[in-house]
């Protein structure tokens, strides 16, 4: 099974040629890596595993995935783009492929160009590309004017399609199934690790390609680490734990986050700090209606951290978007001017850590904005964390 759909690639790759028109460049290069996979993803439906790589979008032509002998033959089966080239500067440093074509980017140039002089190119992602790697495309790209154009590019993926929101709305699904799974596995005595298995096989059974994050899973003290991983820890009675799952359906996260107490009751602090945290969920969700800038959405949450004494435990704001991250911009922090707009999807991620007490605690959900406002993704994580 392939995770893209083809009436949504066209639709982008039009998109993309207009950018390179406003800007007047011959091609753009969009990286990708394991670690930075979206933008590619965006227009592939694919991510290969080693290698780093490019997808080559040409102003005129077809596009190419730029990449390493070893990703060639999974990009073949699996992206929808088919066209494939190998070049050093994305290969496995020091390995050697005897039997693979590989080229340099002056004979790219020509064949992407038809012989013409490369005068402009667009980059994608350049801030994440590993040092080395920027450095051999520079030099390569030497006397072409190398154009960032990595803002407009990703406010293609700001407003979400309804096939998009169709993906997502799986991955919830799946995010829903998982937190069953990690609640039934919290008690005195089972270890980090046995949680966050129970949800990762859970969505891996339902169908999920890949995980936004690694699962979330810190009891007692470790939930002050803010997004710990679980380890060995065995969770102990009258500790609360932290849980996140993020699966991923066609390359589109879900999400789900809570804090649980361990023997099954909170005690009476522990019930105070998550009822604050549901006051501050709920001020932000009235919060998600269209016209909204980001600096309003966050406000409330804030002074209500202020009046209640957690200031000095906050971290992250409490909401940003969610689409093939988890999450990615815009993020709607204190001093955000980014406007709510239908077609969004905005996650609602509310917490504290550091206390002195109650360690930290999380809660999250998301939600599609509509006309009117936000629709959740997950009704029954709405009512938990609303009620």
């Known amino acids: 099974m392939s995770y893209y759909n083809l009436q949504e690639y066209e639709k982008r790759l039009v998109k993309v040629r207009e950018i390179l028109e406003k800007h007047k460049l011959d091609f753009t290069l969009i990286y990708y890596d394991e670690f930075n996979l979206?933008?590619?993803?965006?227009?592939?439906?694919?991510?290969?595993?080693?290698?780093?790589?490019?997808?080559?979008?040409?102003?005129?032509?077809?596009?190419?995935?730029?990449?390493?002998?070893?990703?060639?033959?999974?990009?073949?089966?699996?992206?929808?783009?088919?066209t494939t080239r190998n070049l050093p500067v994305f290969m496995v440093p020091d390995e050697e492929y005897p039997n693979a074509t590989i080229i340099d980017f002056g004979r790219l140039f020509k064949e992407v160009s038809g012989g013409k002089p490369v005068r402009?190119?667009?980059?994608?992602?350049?801030?994440?590309?590993?040092?080395?790697?920027?450095?051999?495309?520079e030099q390569n790209f030497h006397g072409v004017e190398m154009v960032d154009i990595t803002d407009?590019?990703?406010?293609?993926?700001?407003?979400?399609?309804?096939?998009?929101?169709?993906?997502?709305?799986?991955g919830f699904a799946l995010a829903d199934a998982g937190y069953r799974a990690m609640a039934e596995a919290v008690k005195p005595g089972a270890h980090e690790y046995e949680v966050a298995a129970a949800g990762e096989y859970e969505a891996r059974r339902k169908g999920a390609n890949n995980f936004g994050f690694k699962a979330i899973v810190g009891s007692g003290r470790?939930?002050?680490?803010?997004?710990?991983?679980?380890?060995?820890?065995?969770?102990?009675a009258g500790e609360t734990v932290m849980l996140g799952l993020s699966p991923r359906w066609n390359g589109y996260a879900g999400v789900v986050g809570h804090t649980l107490p361990v023997s099954g009751k909170y005690t009476k602090a522990q019930e105070e700090a998550l009822k604050h945290m549901k006051e501050v969920f709920?001020?932000?969700?009235?919060?998600?209606?269209?016209?909204?800038?980001?600096?309003?959405?966050?406000?409330?949450?804030?002074?209500?951290y202020r009046k209640n004494g957690y200031m000095k435990y906050l971290v992250c704001p409490f909401a940003h978007t969610i689409g093939l991250n988890e999450a990615e911009a815009p993020f709607f922090g204190p001093h955000s001017e980014d406007v709510?707009?239908?077609?969004?999807?905005?996650?609602?991620?509310?917490?504290?850590?550091?206390?002195?007490?109650?360690?930290?605690?999380?809660?999250?959900?998301?939600?599609?904005?509509?006309?009117?406002?936000?629709?959740?993704?997950?009704?029954?994580m709405d009512a938990i964390l609303t009620q």
């Open 222 to 236: 470790r939930a002050n680490a803010v997004v710990p991983t679980a380890s060995d820890k065995v969770m102990q």
């Open 152 to 170: 407009d590019y990703t406010r293609l993926r700001y407003f979400k399609s309804r096939w998009e929101l169709d993906q997502m709305r799986a």
């Open 340 to 380: 709510v707009k239908p077609g969004m999807a905005i996650s609602i991620d509310v917490s504290f850590f550091g206390h002195p007490e109650l360690n930290g605690v999380r809660i999250e959900t998301a939600y599609e904005i509509g006309e009117r406002g936000p629709i959740p993704f997950s009704q029954k």
């Open 282 to 304: 709920v001020l932000t969700r009235e919060k998600l209606v269209p016209g909204t800038a980001g600096r309003e959405i966050d406000a409330p949450g804030r002074e209500f």
């Open 38 to 82: 979206a933008n590619a993803w965006y227009l592939t439906g694919w991510c290969p595993q080693f290698e780093s790589g490019s997808v080559l979008v040409p102003l005129h032509g077809e596009p190419m995935i730029l990449g390493g002998p070893e990703s060639e033959p999974f990009a073949l089966m699996d992206s929808a783009i088919k």
């Open 120 to 137: 402009r190119v667009g980059l994608v992602g350049a801030g994440q590309m590993p040092v080395s790697v920027y450095r051999q495309v």
